[in-house]
C-alpha cells in the first residue's frame, strides 16, 4: 500500500492543522493506520493510532486532548486534526499502516508515507 500525507503548514501556537494521509494499492479497511513525528535530531515518535473501523484509538500522552485521529474507510484516507498547537509539535509528520491492530511501535509499522512538515511559531 502507498501512503501519501499532506496538509502540513506554518501555524501560530494556539493555531489548528489538519494533516491527511492518502492510501492506495491496498485495501485500506484491513490497515490500522498511525501518525509519528520526528522533530530535528530526536528520534520518531509515536503520536495517535486508529484501528479497522476507526472506533479504536491511541495517543501520546503529549497530544491527548488535541488531537484526534480519525479515517475514511470508503475514501481511504486518514486524518490527524491537531488543535492547540505548540512549538514543542513542530516536526515532520508521518503516517503509517500495518495489518490488523492499531499498535504504538513504528517498528511494528510495515508502510510509510513521505511525512509533512508542521512547524509552529511561538
Known amino acids: 500500500v502507498q501512503l501519501q500525507a499532506s496538509g502540513g503548514g506554518l501555524v501560530q501556537a494556539g493555531g489548528s492543522l489538519r494533516l491527511s494521509c492518502a492510501a492506495s494499492g491496498g485495501i485500506f479497511s484491513i490497515y490500522a493506520m498511525g501518525w509519528f513525528r520526528q522533530a530535528p535530531g530526536k528520534e520518531r515518535e509515536f503520536v495517535a493510532a486508529?484501528?479497522?473501523?476507526?472506533?479504536?484509538?491511541i495517543y501520546a500522552d503529549s497530544v491527548k486532548g488535541r488531537f484526534t485521529i480519525s479515517r475514511d474507510n470508503p475514501k481511504t484516507t486518514m486524518f490527524l486534526q491537531m488543535n492547540s498547537l505548540k512549538p514543542e509539535d513542530t516536526a515532520v509528520y508521518y503516517c503509517a499502516a500495518r495489518r490488523l491492530m492499531a499498535v504504538v511501535g513504528a517498528r511494528e509499522y510495515d508502510y510509510w508515507g513521505q511525512g509533512t512538515l508542521v512547524t509552529v511559531s511561538s
Open positions: 486508529v484501528g479497522l473501523s476507526g472506533s479504536n484509538t
